[in-house]
């Protein structure tokens, strides 16, 4: 399983704790855990990434194991340690804002 | 027993403030999606407890919302807003061309016998339509698609429609308000559109009576007189007598005529409310006193309705979709402002007194009226 961190405002949304485990195919990608997180919890589709462009939100980041991975390619494959779900992967909101 | 339910939209969260017939005492409930904008909330003129709401952030896009028993409880609805086929350009504010862009909905008006049926107003202006509680959307592309699209230009808030009014006798006609493009009519439900601008002037464009590129605020219509409105515009108060074929000025005395918000009363066509901000340069009242200023003879002579309001040192700002009036009798007028005030007055603006003093930013008011 593949584990997920949301930031505060989509755990709301979606209607979830902190943390969230899906089901990723391999190869496990930013791209196949965000199509993944979205078809599980369909209210979170279009707050991460744009519905049209599919492009990641400015304000949001992805991080992996300890890594930004935000500006990789989305068919980028991330570590074992994602996929195995020994480690989360990070979806990170912009600490700004008044 | 009559009521009255009071929807609010701030920047952070929406609020439900209702009250019976009196309107002297107020239960508070909110923040609704703690945290975040709330653009704009409006319930079914068919089905009450059905409203709608928008909720946008630059973090999470647009979310949508609908509540199926009065505000209580929400579920949230489809976001997916496409512009329909080649979504072309729209000119920037430096002057060149802009991809048409998504950004948010400021604007829901709900149809007015079909809880299921919605209309959005969005930014990059286009008009948006829903026939099945919200779920998905579709775009009508008449209106942006009728010719003088490329010339829109965004106003300081975004190219935003903002405005939408409903003919309650004639299901074909409807207008619409967009910043910084101007006013259109359909009378094809929505077929067709054209600009109806004529009559108004904006001395900040290089051709100030253009047909299109005038920074309309706001539009209102009382259902009994569907061929009379009356705008806000940057500067000016207008009002046209034959659903915008032509419009002239009535400003009239008011200390300042620019401004957001522009409201007729419930039960007398010619009754009208706006409240004077100083300018487009210093976006609070006049002097720092709260001021909303009542014409009963549908413009020109304009009378300042200050009982309850401060007179002093008060410098928030009232947007343009942040007033509303309730159909009881005698009518109530509603207004939030920027420092977080919700007033109501319950006898058509003699006296005033604050619902809530403390919410955050109010973005907009919208006001059902309970049997």
């Known amino acids: 399983m593949i584990r997920v961190v949301l930031p505060y405002h989509l755990r709301n949304l979606a209607g979830v704790g902190k943390e969230v485990s899906l089901e990723v195919e ?6 196949s855990i965000v199509d993944s ?3 599980a919890y369909p209210a979170l589709r279009g707050t991460i990434r744009d519905q049209t462009s599919l492009e990641r939100r400015p304000l949001l980041r992805y991080f992996a194991c300890g890594e930004d991975v935000s500006h990789r390619p989305d068919d980028e494959v991330l570590p074992a340690a994602i996929a195995d779900g020994r480690e989360a992967f990070l979806i990170i909101g912009a600490i700004a804002g008044g | 027993m009559s009521g009255v339910r009071v929807l609010v939209g701030t920047v952070k969260g929406a609020f439900v403030l209702t009250s019976d017939g009196k309107r002297k005492e107020w239960k508070v409930e909110g ?21 709608y709401a928008s909720q946008s952030s630059d973090w999470f896009g647009q979310v949508m919302h609908r509540s199926n028993d009065g505000g209580k409880t929400w579920d949230t609805v489809g976001n997916e807003f496409a512009y329909d086929g080649d979504a072309g350009t729209h000119q920037w504010y430096d002057g060149t061309p802009h991809p048409w862009e998504f950004k948010r909905v400021w604007h829901l008006e709900p149809s007015l016998t079909d809880p299921d049926h919605v209309l959005a107003g969005v930014e990059d202006a286009a008009l948006f339509e829903s026939k099945d509680g919200g779920q998905t959307w579709q775009e009508r592309p008449g209106l942006r698609g009728h010719g003088s ?33 101007g ?15 004529k009559g108004l002037v904006s001395e900040f464009m290089p051709e100030p009576t253009a047909e299109v590129g005038h920074c309309v605020h706001r539009i209102a219509m009382h259902p009994s007189a569907p061929e009379v409105l009356y705008m806000q515009k940057h500067w000016d108060v207008m009002r046209t007598d034959n659903g915008g074929e032509e419009w002239h000025e009535i400003s009239g005395d008011l200390p300042s005529d620019f401004g957001f918000v522009v409201d007729v009363h419930a039960h007398e066509p010619e009754t009208v409310y706006v409240i004077p901000i100083k300018s487009d340069s210093e976006h609070y009242p006049p002097e720092g006193k709260l001021r909303v200023y009542r014409s009963r003879s549908g413009g020109n002579e304009w009378e300042a309705l200050t009982k309850g309001l401060p007179q002093k040192d008060c410098y928030h700002n009232v947007l343009r979709d942040a007033m509303d009036v309730d159909n009881l009798d005698p009518c109530g007028v509603y207004f939030g402002t920027t420092g977080g005030q919700v007033y109501v007055s319950a006898d058509s603006g003699d006296n005033w007194s604050p619902i809530v003093s403390d919410l955050p930013r109010v973005l907009s008011v919208e006001v059902q009226s309970l049997s």
């Open chain 1, 37 to 39: 997180l979205e078809a």
């Open chain 1, 26 to 31: 391999p190869p496990v990608t930013a791209r």
């Open chain 2, 31 to 51: 923040p609704h999606f703690g945290g975040l904008e709330i653009y704009h909330l409006k319930g079914s003129p068919a089905d009450p407890n059905r409203i």
């Open chain 2, 183 to 197: 006013t259109f009519r359909t009378d094809d439900g929505g077929k067709t559109w054209r600009p109806i601008n």
């Open chain 2, 149 to 181: 699209g490329p010339n829109w230009a965004p106003g300081a808030g975004g190219l935003c429609l903002h405005t939408i009014l409903l003919d309650p006798t004639n299901d074909d006609r409807m207008y619409i308000a967009i910043s910084a493009a």
